[in-house]
């Protein structure tokens, strides 16, 4: 992160700048959007083979038979064993289902109103639960939890991860904590990775609630943007070393990776957790697509050739990741009004703005014609306390619309910190 001290005079000839900037942007008539981060056409088309790699007669596996017919199954076999390593699980311990990961955390969080996971005595119902969420977050994990009924307490992030001091000290002490949201690879928004110490703390802390549950939604997994790929600690196993075998649920998706509303999510846990994922899905569903887990099969056929594939989609992304990144670095760099994160993998880019000024930023650059993502919703509520971060998504937009977007972002950031800082503006 960059954070120099800020020098008026400096800042006021930027102002100036930013202003020309901001008048033209208005006069031009953009309509750009780096709200959400959606895959691009090019990703997209990377998988575009895959629409047609199914022909009469290839619907038969050895281990799972005719798949055009009713089978509950655990995923196919050799499907698992491909994906369980980038997981860093094994493919007794994975389940493969349909084509959404979120579905599967709202599906186990609801289950466990009626139903609670091993250690809990009964459903949740009629109580009060919480779970942690580690902000800035995923809004929709927050969105989950307010649907469900479920109280957020929040946590501040670390260049490590979350803040292990408080999340030990608050499920020490709550049983009605019953979570924990993790995004721990190339974390939404921030791109931290959780350090090994982090890993361990979670896997070994005590906690007041018997059946309490870490949602390790590992969407990023394989989502890489440097040579050097971040190193997470595998959390099923470290919790098993530390004694508590059932403490996480792990999720993921090929959504980023094949296609958004059509490729495959990963539940994975403990043989216990696994049964009672298991047992409650039969009442909800006869099985999933195995048809579209054997076009994943097909398409990929190995581990390999899912690191490959993903290989490309860093080809087309960190050139984009740069452009903003060189942005912020020339336009912001030397006024001391913003700090960023630089990631390693991911989708997105946290900036920080001056705080009191991420929700005048926003509709600095609305009235510019660029659509940021909403002030605040990295935070349970869509309420930062500091009106301080903005999540920025790089992947949908070209790159030549990026670099005009980012132009117009930073002369809202430079415009909403002059208007915060300088006394002539007051």
Same mark, same amino acid.
């Given at each position: 992160?960059?954070?120099? *001290?800020?020098?008026?005079?400096?800042?006021?000839?930027?102002?100036?700048?930013?202003?020309?900037?901001?008048?033209?942007?208005?006069?031009?008539?953009? @309509?750009?959007?780096?709200?959400?981060?959606?895959?691009?056409?090019?990703?997209?088309?990377?998988?575009?083979?895959?629409?047609?790699?199914?022909?009469?007669?290839?619907?038969?596996?050895?281990?799972?038979?005719?798949?055009?017919?009713?089978?509950?199954?655990?995923?196919?076999?050799?499907?698992?064993?491909?994906?369980?390593?980038?997981?860093?699980?094994?493919?007794?311990?994975?389940?493969?289902?349909?084509?959404?990961?979120?579905?599967?955390?709202?599906?186990?969080?609801?289950?466990?109103?009626?139903?609670?996971?091993?250690?809990?005595?009964? #459903?949740?119902?009629?109580?009060?639960?919480?779970?942690?969420?580690?902000?800035?977050?995923?809004?929709?994990?927050?969105?989950?939890?307010?649907?469900?009924?479920?109280?957020?307490? *929040?946590?501040?992030? +670390?260049?490590?991860?979350?803040?292990?001091?408080?999340?030990?000290?608050?499920?020490?002490?709550?049983?009605?904590?019953?979570?924990?949201?993790?995004?721990?690879?190339?974390?939404?928004?921030?791109?931290? +990775?959780?350090?090994?110490?982090?890993?361990?703390?979670?896997?070994?802390?005590?906690?007041?609630?018997?059946?309490?549950?870490?949602?390790?939604?590992?969407?990023?997994?394989?989502?890489?943007?440097?040579?050097?790929?971040?190193?997470?600690?595998?959390?099923?196993?470290?919790?098993?070393?530390?004694?508590?075998?059932?403490?996480?649920?792990?999720?993921?998706?090929?959504?980023?990776?094949?296609?958004?509303?059509? #490729?495959?999510?990963?539940?994975?846990?403990?043989?216990?957790?696994?049964?009672?994922?298991?047992?409650?899905?039969?009442?909800?569903?006869?099985?999933?697509?195995?048809?579209?887990?054997?076009?994943?099969?097909?398409?990929?056929?190995?581990?390999? #050739?899912?690191?490959?594939?993903?290989?490309?989609?860093?080809?087309?992304?960190?050139?984009?990741?740069?452009?903003?990144?060189?942005?912020?670095?020339?336009?912001?760099?030397?006024?001391?009004?913003?700090?960023?994160?630089?990631?390693?993998?991911?989708?997105?880019?946290?900036?920080?703005?001056?705080?009191? +000024?991420?929700?005048?930023?926003?509709?600095?650059?609305?009235?510019?014609?660029?659509?940021?993502?909403?002030?605040?919703? *990295?935070?349970? #509520?869509?309420?930062?306390?500091?009106?301080?971060?903005?999540?920025?998504?790089?992947?949908?937009?070209?790159?030549?619309?990026?670099?005009?977007?980012?132009?117009?972002?930073?002369?809202?950031?430079?415009?909403?910190?002059?208007?915060?800082?300088?006394?002539?503006? @007051?």
């Amino acid at each position: 992160m960059n954070h120099p *001290t800020v020098d008026p005079q400096r800042l006021r000839e930027a102002r100036d700048r930013a202003r020309r900037d901001h008048a033209a942007a208005k006069d031009s008539g953009l @309509r750009l959007d780096i709200t959400r981060g959606k895959p691009c056409s090019a990703q997209l088309d990377l998988s575009e083979p895959m629409l047609d790699i199914l022909h009469a007669g290839d619907h038969v596996t050895d281990t799972e038979g005719d798949l055009r017919n009713y089978s509950p199954t655990q995923g196919l076999a050799e499907l698992r064993a491909i994906f369980a390593p980038l997981l860093d699980v094994t493919p007794e311990q994975l389940v493969v289902r349909d084509n959404s990961s979120l579905s599967l955390m709202h599906q186990c969080v609801a289950a466990s109103f009626f139903h609670a996971p091993p250690g809990g005595e009964g #459903g949740w119902a009629g109580q009060t639960v919480r779970f942690l969420a580690p902000v800035p977050g995923y809004d929709r994990h927050f969105t989950v939890s307010s649907e469900l009924g479920v109280e957020l307490v *929040t946590v501040p992030m +670390t260049p490590d991860g979350p803040d292990m001091d408080l999340v030990e000290e608050l499920v020490a002490k709550d049983p009605t904590i019953k979570g924990m949201w993790c995004v721990p690879k190339y974390s939404n928004p921030t791109g931290v +990775t959780y350090s090994s110490e982090t890993v361990r703390r979670l896997a070994a802390m005590e906690t007041a609630a018997p059946d309490f549950r870490i949602y390790w939604d590992n969407a990023y997994a394989i989502h890489h943007l440097r040579s050097t790929e971040a190193q997470l600690d595998p959390i099923l196993q470290a919790c098993a070393e530390a004694g508590h075998p059932d403490r996480a649920f792990v999720f993921g998706s090929t959504s980023k990776v094949t296609f958004a509303g059509g #490729g495959i999510s990963f539940f994975a846990s403990s043989p216990a957790n696994v049964a009672w994922y298991l047992k409650r899905d039969g009442f909800r569903s006869i099985g999933p697509d195995k048809l579209n887990q054997l076009r994943h099969l097909r398409f990929f056929g190995s581990t390999e #050739g899912v690191a490959a594939h993903m290989q490309k989609h860093r080809e087309i992304l960190e050139p984009k990741f740069d452009a903003v990144l060189r942005h912020l670095e020339k336009d912001l760099g030397d006024l001391g009004v913003a700090e960023w994160t630089d990631p390693d993998g991911g989708y997105f880019v946290s900036l920080d703005v001056v705080p009191g +000024t991420a929700g005048r930023v926003v509709e600095l650059a609305q009235e510019a014609g660029v659509a940021l993502t909403p002030a605040g919703a *990295t935070f349970p #509520g869509g309420v930062d306390p500091d009106d301080r971060n903005i999540r920025i998504a790089p992947t949908m937009p070209t790159t030549d619309d990026l670099e005009t977007a980012m132009t117009v972002l930073t002369a809202c950031v430079v415009i909403a910190a002059a208007e915060r800082l300088l006394d002539d503006e @007051r």
